[in-house]
């Protein structure tokens, strides 16, 4: 994919409501609602879902925004296949026990280099089915998420991201 700027060079923060369509790939933001104050506090985190094909994708930011998971986004949030987990990953966790119920990931991504043990508790704890080793920190270098939109969903630890940029035709 390739992502033009815009022509007059004004880009504006998502808030929550908006959707992006960039080819095959759509991205809805989920909250906060007023599109954050000024990004100074972790509640103006934008949340948001990529969604390529039949798979999902919810990146939270350094908050959750909760009651939007459960209610409001609660189809688009239900049994996504990724979750980067709030935050950074160690306690008191920034999104509630309903919400973690709700987005029950296959592969949750950590921002930290946190061991994943204390969250598979958590995640467990609530009824989610992630497998341990589906649980990812920094700890275990660059991740790369590949899917086809079906079928394949894979994700790969110790990456290079630059294997994976697009290449000069």
């Known amino acids: 994919l390739e ?16 959707v992006i369509n960039v080819g095959p790939l759509t991205i809805s933001c989920i909250g906060p609602a007023n ?8 509640p103006d985190s934008l949340n948001f879902v990529l969604q390529y094909g039949s798979r999902r994708m919810l ?3 350094d908050y959750a925004a909760s009651g ?8 688009l949030c239900s049994n996504v296949d ?4 709030p935050h950074h990953g160690s306690p008191p966790y920034q999104i509630g ?43 275990d270098g660059h991740v790369v998420i590949l899917t086809d ?7 790969r630890t110790q990456q290079n991201p630059a294997d ?4 000069d035709n």
């Open 164 to 167: 994976y940029a697009p290449k």
């Open 35 to 42: 599109g954050g104050r000024y990004g100074r506090t972790n």
């Open 82 to 85: 990724v979750l980067k987990f």
């Open 97 to 139: 026990d309903v919400a973690i119920q709700t987005t029950n990931p296959e592969y949750i991504l950590m921002p930290s280099d946190l061991h994943n043990v204390q969250v598979y508790r958590f995640v467990h704890g609530n009824g989610c089915d992630t497998k341990q080793e589906n649980i990812l920190s920094m700890k």
């Open 59 to 61: 990146f939270t930011g």
């Open 149 to 155: 939109g079906g079928d394949y969903l894979e994700a």
């Open 3 to 18: 992502i033009t700027p815009l022509a007059n060079g004004v880009y504006q923060q998502m808030k929550q409501g908006d």
């Open 68 to 75: 939007n998971i459960n209610k409001v986004y609660k189809e």
